[in-house]
């Protein structure tokens, strides 16, 4: 149908690079014959004893119309590695049954010669981009601009078939095994079949791709050309020394796959977007830098050299005086200052304008990559799925074909057993959060009590250290744990795709992780010092250990230390997991390799052949596979990265700052990864990025609520506007004056009624709160200024919300989720379809009528 034709866009130009590429034969990629070529490899043990199965499966494998070869590895005799090839015929009827979309016809663009001109004389004054790969950095993949359409053997005299050895990409050769590796039998019966579950019983011991050669090469890039696409992208991708340039997301989908290309083209926009975010962050952190001593706080704390404030615990403190805590006031006002509102502002704003471009700059990747209509194509179903409920059948609406069915009783009862799952997990991380803060409870005292002067003088600052350190163990902790719990009740409720299984995965790694991450920061920044009471009158955690309350400048420095804490071991956790333990990984598989040699070496033996000499099959197995949860855990990573730059980002400005250093990192650690340290994945398709789209949005409009909470009751921007405002010097006239505001936000207290001191001079001390003097006549009640700042504060919510979901809304109606230039291009594309389809019919009936001999006229037969 002539709505089916897509144009889809390659690279613009060829160079001297491509013809080395296209010509050069793929070292280790081929069959003994030097002819077929590699296109899978299945790793099976001989000590395996699971022998009928494999041979089962194999022999339906060339039922299928697979090519299959056996080859020993050289450096384990017990490995035996099936080397996989597809035919033409083979991979056309399921190029056709996958809908697969190939090159149709050659692109015809529309441009206005002016605008076109224009374009060309204002970039020839533009200076070169540095962060720009050259043309001549990246060979053309694909010959030409090409229309595409789903692939039909009735229709292939439509396509553009130059070479049938290169018109199906290795990546689509692969897609295509694996299709029917998923749905071959092993034994009799329809439950019995698919590479998974033999992957699970152990019948073969891995399944996968292999890369296109090495990754390194002799001689240099510029001068002999790159080997292959994978020292291609080594070389202008994995590289460290490539971190400021652009990522080549049309060589990374031609490699990978479209799903690990839009994760890629993903992440380099969203570190692209923090740019900006960081450096309002640096703005706002470097003025309460400079303000720092001015502070009129400050300096109202530094110099209160007089006024002595309550013990802060129970039985190894004592009174205090104000000017001690003068490094902490200048601390806090770092992160506590004026610019504190228009930040939160600023990121509530920015994390919808980053949603909104990356809609845009998605519609135009997947137009780019021929996507727009994939997800209008039906999904096949998982293997598992097809196993479970294989006798219940029902009508698809859409194919019109029997498929196997899950009733809704059935998935109501799973879904419950799901949900109650995840409630017990959550539950199990609040009981984890309320043991740190017993902890933090004991520590207060004995950290007090300690003889180590540096501490006992800075006891609160260690008992927060050490809880956030405590605290981040235990996250690491429960995060091998839940991984393990979402995988089985993920399995537990059958999901019917495979986008279906990985959606519902994600979704509880996301709660589990995004619960276990920040529900200690979610205590500090709303409950620490709320509850804890008033002199004398001190609530206490089961009659026995009192509760923590806030220093006199405030519990926001605790939050800050919380985030600031959890966010850098984070990160370097996550980056030692990602690279370090694969490379340590496969160190030791080559230190065995050299083990064995030297072992058969001394036996009198073969030599094993040198490493560089191996087979690339044997090469990969040596690497380690990609996580069985595809992309899940990358994207979780900077999903939780993003809920922490723009959650609590009012207490912590720098954060992301620190969120764009590590991506910067990020990209090109996990491009190393990809390219040198995993086997080559299963290149998929995908048309986003998922849930994770919902999961973002849901993020920034919880960032709103709770920026909004954290600036009215974790800050103390609130109580000083009330102050100045109206207990001021000078009262409304001047709202920025606050002197004498320390001394305002200071209540009495009668010492003597507890502790029996008789001085006059030392009786009295001053703790943080709104309360009446102990010689009123309703002593400690809160006072009309406690109510006033209540009041301020809710008010200070409601409009910080209305007003940021209202400048949102509006912004994400300004923005259109498709460029007006890609829409006209695609009605344009849509126009000429009609006529393309109607000249290749005829072309195609003028050449048969030539062939048989008979006249033919130039109109529609």
């Known amino acids: 149908h002539p709505s089916q034709i897509r144009g889809t866009s390659r690279f613009a130009s060829g160079t001297t690079n491509t013809s080395t590429l296209k010509e050069r034969p793929p070292s280790g990629l081929m069959f ?37 070869e056996k080859v020993p590895s050289l450096t384990n005799t017990d490995i035996m590695f099936v080397k996989i090839h597809v035919p033409w015929d083979t991979l056309c009827k399921y190029a056709e049954q996958m809908n697969i979309r190939m090159p149709f016809r050659k692109k015809m663009y529309f441009t206005d010669w002016k605008s076109k001109v224009m374009g060309r004389q204002i970039k020839s004054w533009l200076p070169s981009n540095p962060m720009k790969l050259d043309k001549e950095a990246l060979p053309d993949l694909e010959e030409t601009d090409c229309y595409t359409a789903p692939f039909s053997r009735a229709r292939m005299h439509h396509f553009t078939i130059n070479n049938r050895q290169t018109f199906f990409s290795n990546s689509t050769r692969s897609r295509i095994v694996h299709h029917v590796l998923q749905r071959t039998k092993y034994e009799d019966g329809k439950s019995k079949m698919g590479i998974n579950r033999l992957l699970g019983n152990g019948t073969y011991e891995a399944a996968f791709p292999p890369h296109e050669g090495g990754y390194r090469s002799r001689h240099p890039i510029n001068t002999h050309g790159a080997q292959n696409h994978r020292h291609l992208l080594y070389e202008r991708w994995a590289r460290w020394g490539m971190w400021y340039k652009y990522q080549p997301l049309d060589l990374i989908r031609r490699y990978f796959g479209e799903k690990i290309g839009l994760y890629f083209a993903w992440l380099g926009w969203y570190t692209g977007m923090l740019i900006p975010a960081a450096l309002v962050g640096l703005f706002v952190f470097l003025y309460g830098l400079f303000t720092m001593d001015t502070s009129q706080v400050s300096k109202e704390i530094c110099e209160a050299n007089t006024t002595i404030m309550c013990p802060m615990c129970e039985q190894n403190c004592k009174p205090w005086k104000l000017s001690d805590s003068c490094v902490y006031a200048k601390v806090t006002h770092l992160f506590d200052n004026g610019g504190t509102v228009f930040f939160a502002i600023f990121m509530a704003i920015w994390a919808t304008v980053f949603l909104e471009f990356w809609k845009r700059r998605r519609a135009e990747l997947t137009y780019d990559w021929d996507l727009i209509d994939w997800e209008e194509e039906e999904e096949n179903l998982r293997p598992q799925f097809e196993a479970k409920y294989s006798r219940l059948e029902r009508v698809n609406h859409i194919s019109g074909k029997p498929e196997p069915f899950q009733p809704f009783t059935d998935k109501l009862s799973r879904l419950i057993i799901s949900v109650s799952g995840i409630f017990f997990m959550i539950s199990l991380v609040l009981t984890a959060v309320f043991a740190v803060v017993v902890f933090r409870l004991i520590a207060m005292e004995k950290f007090a009590s300690i003889d180590w002067e540096f501490v006992k003088k800075n006891w609160q600052f260690a008992t927060s250290g050490t809880g956030v350190c405590i605290n981040f163990m235990i996250i690491m902790s429960l995060n091998v744990v839940y991984e393990k719990v979402a995988y ?23 709660l589990f992780q995004f619960v276990n991450l920040n529900s200690s920061t979610f205590y500090i920044a709303f409950f620490l010092g709320r509850f804890a009471g008033r002199p004398g009158k001190y609530n206490q955690l089961f009659n026995r250990w009192r ?99 723009t959650i609590f980002v009012a207490a912590f400005p720098l954060a992301p700052l620190l969120a764009l250093l590590n991506n910067i990192i990020e990209i090109r650690l996990d491009a190393y990864k990809f390219v040198t340290q995993w086997r080559r994945p299963m290149p998929a398709r995908a048309t986003d990025i998922g849930i994770w789209h919902g999961i973002l949005e849901g993020i920034g409009v919880l960032a709103v609520i709770t920026n909004a909470f954290v600036i009215a009751i974790t800050s103390d921007y609130i109580p000083r506007f009330v102050y100045a405002f109206r207990y001021g010097p000078c009262g409304n006239v001047c709202l920025t004056i606050t002197v004498g505001y320390m001394n305002s936000s200071l209540s009495v207290f009668d010492m003597g009624e507890r502790w029996n001191v008789s001085e006059e001079q030392s009786r009295y001390c001053r703790y943080r709160d709104y ?32 007003l940021v979901f209202g400048v949102k809304s509006f912004i994400a109606y300004l923005i259109p989720d498709m460029p007006k230039s890609l829409c006209d291009r695609m009605r344009r594309e849509k126009y000429l379809t009609q006529e393309m389809m109607y000249e290749a019919e005829l072309e195609h009936l003028q050449e048969e009528r030539k062939k048989n001999g008979r006249r033919y006229h130039h109109e529609w037969p």
């Open 32 to 68: 003994r014959d030097g002819k077929k070529r590699i296109d899978y490899i299945l790793v099976y043990r001989k000590s395996s004893p699971l022998v009928e199965k494999r041979v089962t499966f194999e022999r339906n494998l060339r039922a299928e119309g697979l090519m299959l």
């Open 771 to 802: 309360r009446a003097s102990p010689r009123s006549p309703v002593p400690y009640d809160f006072t009309l200024q406690f109510w006033h700042v209540l009041a301020a504060r809710l008010a200070f919510i409601i409009v910080f919300e209305h």
């Open 547 to 645: 509760l923590e309350e806030c220093h006199p400048s405030g519990c926001l420095i605790d939050l800050c230390l919380q985030m600031g804490v959890i966010m850098v071991l984070k990160q370097i956790w996550n980056n030692f997991m990602e690279l370090g333990y694969p490379l340590l990984q496969n160190w030791w598989s080559r230190r065995k390799m050299k083990r064995t040699e030297s072992k058969e070496r001394t036996g009198g033996g073969q030599n094993m052949e040198n490493k560089v000499q191996l087979p690339q099959w044997d090469k990969d197995w040596n690497l380690q596979p990609m996580n069985a949860h595809g992309l899940v855990d990358e994207y979780l990573e900077m999903v939780l990265q993003f809920g922490f730059i």
């Open 488 to 510: 089985l009740l993920t399995n537990l409720e059958h999901p019917r795709t495979e986008s279906e299984w990985e959606n519902s995965f994600a979704l509880k790694m996301f």
